[in-house]
């Protein structure tokens, strides 16, 4: 495979990777939920740190919409695998975590070290990124 195949194969790998799908079976109103003001969505996207771009590639802030992986509008204090409509990985539905600053700082030093079977692969090793990231994630009510 030349280079550019294998940059392109393993971008798409990642995105794959990142979570499951979106599942609207499960909430046939998931519609009426979604924000669909830009300017909310915004104002959200502009408190968030640079380390948050990562996360964005699978993750919406607006609440009810989810993309690759779930949206972490509100996410703090919720249990994994609970985002209405998401497909979660069965291991991260039956992990039992409550999702706060410690488990979060866990999750993202190595999601599938932390719940073996998630289907999340991109962590954040740096800790005050982390620490950025997961500051901003408690913004999102």
Request: glycine letters at 10%.
């Amino acid at each position: 495979m030349t280079t550019s195949r294998l940059t392109i194969a393993f971008s798409l790998l990642l995105l794959t990777a990142c979570g499951g799908s979106q599942d609207n079976s499960q909430t046939p109103d998931a519609d009426k939920t979604t924000s669909s003001n830009p300017v909310a969505t915004s104002a959200r996207l502009a408190g968030a740190p640079p380390g948050f771009a990562t996360c964005r590639s699978c993750h919406s802030v607006e609440p009810g919409r989810n993309g690759i992986g779930p949206s972490l509008f509100g996410i703090v204090g919720t249990r994994a695998g609970e985002v209405p409509g998401f497909n979660f990985s069965p291991a991260l539905k039956a992990s039992g975590v409550t999702w706060d600053r410690q488990s979060l700082d866990t999750w993202l030093q190595g999601p599938m070290k932390m719940v073996p079977g998630t289907r999340m692969v991109i962590g954040v090793p740096d800790p005050q990124r982390r620490k950025d990231v997961i500051d901003y994630l408690e913004t999102l009510k």
